[in-house]
């Protein structure tokens, strides 16, 4: 049975240790969010890391580490590479040139709000009317469709990694593990 000194240092040790953690997963996300590829932003918005200190998912049999998260559904087939025409997600080529019919709203301009009354939009080939953080734009599916994997967050881990020292590097694996956090 441990002394109360001896629970004291425990408890005081997995404090330091997780500051570690924390500090080590903000550079490697920061660094992640650089190399992380942007054509509307979205994907940048989408990421986020969390650590075992603050209630995060690590789930390596360890009590100590942190994930990087992107939930943007594309991420992972963006990071590590996919069959031609994956990325498209759920836009079918086929499905092109989109249309969209637009009820009558109200759209604010500078200074007055004013109706647009009800119509069908038709999109120039490849693009489709997409969500990203919190409004709308029309996004060229035809650049998504580079396959070729990126691998930022893996770039990022091992730029991080390199540059600390061996006491470092002793506490993490030399690469990080990647999986596909949207898969069933």
């Known amino acids: 049975m441990a002394t ?3 629970e004291k240092f425990k408890k005081e040790l997995k404090k330091n240790i997780d500051k570690v953690v924390d500090n080590f997963a903000k ?10 590829p942007s054509n509307t932003g979205a994907l940048k918005q989408a990421g986020y890391w969390v650590s075992s200190s603050s209630g995060g998912l690590w789930q390596h ?3 100590t ?20 025409g994956e990325l498209l997600g759920n836009a079918n080529p086929a499905d092109f040139p989109w249309k969209a019919d637009t009820r009558r709203h109200k759209r604010k301009l ?7 009354r009800r119509h069908t939009k038709t999109y120039k080939k490849m693009y489709k009317p997409t969500k990203v953080a919190e409004e709308w734009k ?4 035809e650049n998504t469709r580079d396959t070729s994997p990126n691998k930022w967050i893996q770039k990022a881990y091992s730029k991080v990694y390199k540059k600390h020292g ?5 506490m993490f694996p030399k690469e990080m593990t990647i999986r596909n956090a949207t898969a069933p």
């Open 4 to 6: 109360a000194k001896e």
């Open 27 to 36: 550079e490697v996300f920061q660094e992640a969010q650089k190399m992380a």
């Open 61 to 63: 049999g360890k009590d």
């Open 65 to 84: 580490g942190f994930s990087i998260i992107y939930k943007a559904p594309y991420a992972y087939k963006l990071h590590e590479g996919g069959k031609p």
């Open 110 to 116: 500078p200074g007055k709000t004013v109706w647009v």
């Open 138 to 141: 029309a996004i060229n599916y």
């Open 166 to 170: 061996k006491l470092l590097q002793s």
